[in-house]
């Protein structure tokens, strides 16, 4: 590939381009969140070892086992909620859905830390269950989990990277009754939203349809 003006160009002998990553990619911004999307949001609350709240999104977010069911996200530096789990091995993932998506939004704003992010954004903290971390009421689902791991990530030479990968167990699922539907959690109800291409682009449920594992 070549480039020409800043911009990425085809091999003239291929209609695919190829970059690599640590050489550049020479367009005029990453494709790669645009290529690994769209992504659930990780709408993730946690309070300090003192009782102040935090909530924040993060980009980085997904489910990694069913039984035990863990999920996991990656924070990109070492942000208020990665400490705040580091003290207290709790936090609550909050789904993040279109009607909630302005208020997430807020809550995406780099403020101090004793700033409350439920009260910047108008959101209402309701005690957890099974952790002492707040959920968001406002969230058709929450998942409260433990703390299985934080992870720094490292990179190919080994050289650790200023990623970190928190990964949890879920010990509470709390999901509101209008959103189940003959025993089924309606998700194209819920109004999901996702993180979608560059920056500022969100994406929300479609079209859902079926498809079953074939039997061989």
């Not at 489910?63 to 990656?74: D, L, Q, V, W």
């Not at 400490?83 to 609550?92: A, D, G, M, S």
């Not at 999901?175 to 979608?196: E, M, S, V």
């Amino acid at each position: 590939m070549s480039s020409e003006s800043g911009i990425a160009v085809m091999d003239s002998t291929s209609d695919v381009a190829f970059y690599d990553p640590a050489a550049g990619h020479g367009l005029p911004h990453d494709p790669f969140k645009a290529i690994v999307a769209p992504r659930l949001i990780g709408w993730v609350s946690t309070h300090s070892a003192t009782g102040r709240l935090n909530l924040a999104p993060y980009s980085f977010f997904g489910a990694f086992a069913s039984f035990p069911p863990i999920i996991g996200f990656c924070s990109e530096g070492r942000k208020d909620s990665l400490r705040n789990i580091e003290e207290t091995h709790e936090f609550v993932w909050n789904l993040a859905t279109r009607p909630l998506a302005e208020q997430m939004n807020r809550t995406s704003a780099s403020v101090a830390p004793d700033v409350d992010e439920f009260e910047l954004a108008g959101l209402t903290p309701v005690a957890g269950r099974n952790v002492s971390v707040p959920r968001v009421a406002e969230s058709p689902a929450a998942l409260e989990c433990r703390l299985l791991q934080i992870t720094q990530l490292h990179d190919l030479r080994g050289k650790p990277t200023d990623n970190w990968l928190a990964l949890g167990q879920v010990v509470g699922v709390h999901i509101q009754k209008a959103y189940l539907k003959d025993g089924l959690f309606d998700t194209r109800a819920a109004q999901p939203i996702l993180r979608a291409g560059y920056l500022g682009d969100y994406a929300q449920i479609g079209e859902i349809f079926q498809m079953f594992r074939p039997t061989l």
